[in-house]
């Protein structure tokens, strides 16, 4: 009776966009059906198989299908005669990539409607075997405890459950897995300390800044940290080219300027040539991951990341998600067709956050996003500054404000303090700063490479004689303070 409540013809034409599209139209539907949504069981295996390859980062064809198959322990059932010419149609079957989601969507419909149906009829036969014994809150009960034990399972099968119910477990795994920060650092100790320990799992950090500030500067600084360390980076700009970007980075790696690289001028200069060719072998063996998303719909963006997520980053012995950074630069409306009169820019932002934040949780990766400033945000310094919804706020981990220090601001701070200013507002996890207080960064402009100095504050307290020279007595201490603030060896002073 169940087959009545299935569509054979969109179970058909999922199947055949997952052989056609692969990966693309996986992310599509990853996280609406799986192959139990399937009625047809010839089906079930087939998309089983097709899963198993794409999350192998195989193409998909009929001998991986068949690999796929027999790994599976399901060979007998698809190297028949039937079923290959089956899935040789499936290769065949006209279908868009882009209707493969409401595809998804009437299959699911159904095996929704199976699984009620299911449920409502162990709930009559419960109901049969009621002998008259019975209270009146246990026959209540024979309806409630199924319905709710249906909806828990809907809502991911999460219940609640003791806090410290493998909490000995959790203690141990930490004691022997003894690490100096919790999140990737970004490469700027002062601000992994002050979110709480770099750029943790689950969790979106917004650094917001007025335009030509050096967003793309901040983002590229992390990403190349991040990525030299060996953690894959997937960088999603929405403004600058993958030249532009490449230029810069090879400018920050390389020491020789931006306007040299990009116009070949660096080689004129042998040492400079030769810097520039060790700074790209360099790029080519670290995984930083560039993408232009400009103009592309946010839930088009949203199934980049789960596309490389699934097939570059993958997940662990134990299902969970490799180490990796998501770099967003930056959070924007592509199009005013998301402005209307029932919806406004900035609650179209806020349900961008959302959406971001989720997917965060739901792969179980750490996310370092930009947005715009507005104007109020060159002289503000608070959370009403930003160019968003509450929304912004209230979902990201943390908020930080990045802008260029003001003629005042240069003239009381002095040249040794820089020429940026990074202030924490709001944390979930770190300690933030002081009221006043900020991290002094340096922009590099010409070398694409921002620098992070002291905090205001330890200027201050800095002898008023100080020139910023060395002391040779001085080192030890000096260098107790970097290991405190996780530095990297790379990382240290230039006499060590």
């Known amino acids: 009776m169940d087959h009545n409540l299935s569509d054979v013809g969109a179970e058909r034409a999922v199947l055949s966009a997952l052989f056609q599209y692969g990966i693309d139209a996986y992310v599509e539907i990853a996280d609406i059906i799986n192959s139990g949504s399937f ?57 868009n990539q882009g209707n493969v989601f409401s595809f998804a969507v009437q299959i699911k419909k159904y095996e929704f409607a199976r699984r009620i149906k299911k449920l409502t009829t162990k709930i009559h036969k419960d109901m049969d075997d009621v002998n008259g014994g019975e209270s009146i809150d246990e026959i209540i009960s024979m309806l409630e405890e199924p319905v709710m034990d249906f909806l828990r399972e809907d809502d991911g099968g999460e219940k609640p459950e003791k806090i410290g119910e493998g909490a000995l477990e959790y203690l141990e795994f930490l004691s022997e897995n003894k690490c100096d920060i919790v999140g990737i650092p970004t490469g700027f100790p002062r601000y992994d300390h002050a979110i709480g320990g770099g750029l943790r799992r689950k969790c979106v950090d917004l650094v917001a800044a007025r335009p030509k500030v050096g967003k793309s500067v901040f983002a590229d600084n992390v990403a190349i940290n991040a990525a030299s360390q060996g953690t894959p980076v997937l960088v999603l700009d929405t403004e600058m080219s993958k030249e532009d970007h490449l230029n810069r980075i090879i ?111 739901k792969y179980d990766f750490p996310c370092l996003s930009f947005v715009q400033l507005n104007r109020d945000g060159i002289t503000k310094e608070s959370t009403d500054a930003v160019s968003g919804s509450d929304r912004l706020i209230w979902l990201c981990t943390s908020f930080s404000i990045f802008k260029s220090k003001s003629p005042e601001e240069l003239a009381e701070d002095g040249p040794r303090a820089g020429n940026r200013k990074l202030v924490p507002i709001v944390s979930r996890h770190g300690a933030g700063l002081d009221d006043g207080n900020y991290i002094n960064l340096r922009m590099h402009g010409e070398y694409a490479k921002l620098e992070e100095l002291r905090t205001r504050n330890e200027f201050q307290t800095m002898p008023i004689d100080d020139t910023g020279l060395i002391e040779e007595e001085n080192l030890d201490n000096i260098n107790e303070e970097i290991e405190e603030d996780g530095f990297e060896e790379d990382q240290k002073a230039p006499w060590e």
Not at 67 to 90: T, W
Not at 267 to 292: F, G, L, M, T
């Open 39 to 95: 009625v047809n069981q010839n089906n079930q295996v087939l998309f089983k198989c097709v899963e198993k390859v794409i999350e192998s980062n195989s193409s998909v064809d009929i001998p991986s299908i068949l690999s796929a198959a027999s790994q599976l322990g399901h060979a007998e059932r698809v190297e028949s005669k039937e079923e290959i010419s089956y899935i040789r149609s499936l290769f065949d079957f006209p279908v």
């Open 251 to 361: 400018a920050n790696l390389s020491g020789v300027p931006i306007n040299e690289v990009s116009t070949g001028k660096f080689v004129d200069d042998d040492e400079k040539n030769q810097k520039v060719y060790q700074a790209v072998k360099q790029i080519e063996s670290i995984p930083y991951n560039y993408v232009s998303v400009a103009g592309k719909p946010f839930e088009q963006i949203l199934n980049i990341i789960k596309r490389w997520i699934i097939q570059d980053v993958k997940m662990d012995e134990n299902g969970r998600t490799n180490d990796c950074v998501v770099v967003y630069d930056y959070l924007k409306l592509m199009s005013s067709s998301s402005i209307s009169n029932n919806i406004q820019e900035y609650q179209a932002l806020g349900f961008q956050i959302t959406n971001l934040h989720n997917l965060a949780v």
